[in-house]
């Protein structure tokens, strides 16, 4: 007999013996087992699976790119190639605010717990007396299912951002991975900040914030000679989530450029002027701080967003920094706004050399924000400082065109008034800055 007859015979023995038709389909189903734990293959397809079903609920919005030459100028600076590959590599650092929606849970959930573990420190009488008072224990629990509306919130920002920029859910999954072996944690504060931004610009309760902060911006360009046919050019360097630049475009006869060094701003600004319907997106900005609640419902409320539909193509938004991010673009500006901006700045010279660089003669500097300069600026000017140099770099300081509010320091025309930033409205603090106005012309 041959080895084919062999075989023949016994596999038709096989199929029709029943104990050995259950034993094959035990024997496949170890296999598939085997092969699923062994082959880093199969292994990494299954883990980026569960990773895209846990981290991304559905997005059914469709990517706008619109401004084909920027797009195009986006995706070559982040090509790996472009430079040397470290975390200053933009899309490096993409990457890891990438990472920290996606992980947005983790990072948040941690604290809860610590909430939890510190309450156990709690007396077991003064916990009962909390418990029969306020029912503490509830509160826990309720900021931990609220926190589920926010972790929805960021991975929908992620997941956005991964078709807008054209990233690959395994090159994330790959970077988190080499992240968590090597003890990266997330930036949360970046990803709360980025998301608690849309309060202040994107939301109806941050209205009366942007009244406060937006209003002598809007009136002052408002009484530009302009035409549609003929815009002016402005530039709004740190623009963040982009609301003024919106309101600014939405005047007419202005072209907006704005500009955003971070990648966290940039991807919630690309969700948010992505969303195509007023007050779809909610979440619960208030929960990760429990200070200055004047009541529990203040605290875990809602707030919904965007009350206004942005349309993104309306305004041109460039990232990077803006120091390098406009080269080739001298004197192509009739208006910079520089909005809470000036004080960000590592090397505060370059950032006002730079400014008149890219104005036209005659064109406008119109500056709004505080001096709180951040950690490891080069150097730190006080307002008359600010006022003596950028003189010197060759601008005009000029009367208002609006009343701000009252001159800050007598014979330099230069405005200070009370303007919150990202409060909470109905906090019990009250945070402020005395935010200086001024509005200066390049000879
Ligand atoms: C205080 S925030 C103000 C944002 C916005 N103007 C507003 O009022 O909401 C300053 C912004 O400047 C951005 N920024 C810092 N350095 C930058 C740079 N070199 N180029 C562009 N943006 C930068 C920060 O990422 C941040 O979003």
């Known amino acids: ?32 087992e085997f092969a699923i734990r062994f082959s880093p293959q199969i292994e990494r397809f299954a883990h980026d699976v569960f ?34 590959w470290d975390s200053s590599h933009p899309r490096y650092r993409l990457l890891t605010a990438l990472y920290g929606f996606t992980r947005y849970k983790s990072g948040s959930q941690s604290d809860i717990n610590r909430w939890k573990d510190l309450y156990k420190k709690v007396p077991k009488r003064q916990r009962l007396l909390l418990e029969s008072a306020v029912d503490y224990p509830r509160k826990l629990e309720s900021v931990d299912s609220l926190l589920d509306l926010n972790v929805k919130l960021a991975s929908s920002i992620a997941e956005y951002g991964l078709q807008f920029y ?33 309060v202040r610009d994107w939301s109806e309760e941050g209205q009366q914030e942007r009244l406060q902060t937006f209003q002598c911006v809007l009136k002052t360009l408002d009484r530009e000679p302009r035409t549609v046919d ?26 907006v450029t704005m500009n955003e060094w971070s990648a966290y701003m940039n991807l919630a600004y690309r969700y948010v002027s992505s969303r195509p319907e007023r007050n779809s997106v909610s979440f619960h900005p208030y929960i990760d701080w429990w200070s200055h609640h004047a009541t529990n419902s203040d605290f875990q409320r809602a707030v919904a967003f965007p009350d206004q539909v942005a349309d993104p193509l309306s305004v041109l938004h460039v990232e990077g920094d803006f120091t390098t991010a406009f080269n080739g673009r001298t004197g192509q500006y009739d208006i910079i706004v520089t909005l809470f901006f000036i004080d960000t700045a590592r090397n505060l010279v370059s950032y006002l050399e730079n400014i008149h660089r890219l104005l036209r003669p005659g064109g406008r500097w119109i500056n709004l924000g505080p001096l709180m300069y951040g950690t490891g600026p080069f150097v730190q000017l006080s307002l008359d400082e600010i006022v003596a140099l ?9 009367d208002p065109e609006v009343v701000f509010g009252e001159v800050t320091i007598p014979g330099l025309k230069v405005q200070g008034s009370e303007i919150g930033y990202g409060r909470n409205p109905l906090g019990l603090n009250k945070n402020a800055f005395q935010a200086q106005y001024w509005e200066a012309i390049k000879h």
């Open 51 to 84: 990773l895209y079903r846990s981290s991304t609920p559905q997005n059914t919005v469709p990517v706008a790119y619109g401004h084909p030459e920027e797009h195009a100028r986006l995706l070559q600076t982040l090509e790996r190639s472009t430079a040397k």
């Open 390 to 398: 950028s003189t010197r770099i060759g601008f005009d300081f000029r």
């Open 230 to 255: 003929a815009p002016l050019h402005v530039l709004l360097p740190g623009a963040g989530l982009g609301r003024l630049a919106h309101d600014i475009q939405k005047l007419g006869g202005f072209e």
């Open 166 to 198: 054209n990233i690959t859910q395994v090159e994330l999954n790959d970077f988190i991975k080499e992240a968590e072996a090597q003890g990266r944690p997330i930036d949360k504060t970046s990803v709360t900040q980025g998301m608690k931004h849309f």
């Open 1 to 32: 007999m041959d080895v084919f007859k062999i075989l023949s015979i016994s596999f038709i023995k096989m199929v029709y013996s029943t104990r050995r038709q259950v034993f094959l389909i035990l024997a496949c189903v170890a296999w598939i």
